[in-house]
Nanobody, 124 residues
Framework: QVQVVESGGGLVQDGGSLELSCAASGRTFYAMGWFRQAPGKEREFVAQIIWTGYTTYYADSVKGRFTISGDGAKNLVTLQMNSLKPDDTAVYYC???????????????????WGQGTQVTVSS
């Protein structure tokens, strides 16, 4: 049985930091990623890490502020979020993919397994 479980959300002030963690189990995965959905908006890509070469990709809105890292052997991934802004407020979802692309960025549709999400709220 596949499980994807996030942890680490919460409330933080503008300019603060949070770290999210995620563990995936039950299958072999080739990449993991983070997505978020704010109230009234569509789910959007945040960051992904491909275990081949530990290649990372980021949305422009979080580059330089967020860092994705992890352990491919254990399917553990973290998202370190610094300089948080109220616009970062959203439910953050972890996802895992069995889509093998080498080091090419994986499209959102290729993430087959999703966690339940964790709330991140940034107060102004």
């Amino acid at each position: 049985q596949v499980q994807v479980v996030e942890s680490g959300g919460g409330l933080v002030q503008d300019g603060g930091s949070l770290e999210l963690s995620c563990a995936a189990s039950g299958r072999t995965f080739y990449a993991m990623g983070w997505f978020r959905q704010a109230p009234g908006k569509e789910r959007e890509f945040v960051a992904q890490i491909i275990w081949t070469g530990y290649t990372t990709y980021y949305a422009d809105s979080v580059k330089g502020r967020f860092t994705i890292s992890g352990d491919g052997a254990k399917n553990l991934v973290t998202l370190q979020m610094n300089s948080l802004k109220p616009d970062d407020t959203a439910v953050y979802y972890c996802a895992a993919s069995r889509h093998l692309t080498g080091a090419t960025m994986i499209p959102v549709g290729a993430f087959e397994y999703w966690g339940q999400g964790t709330q991140v709220t940034v107060s102004s």
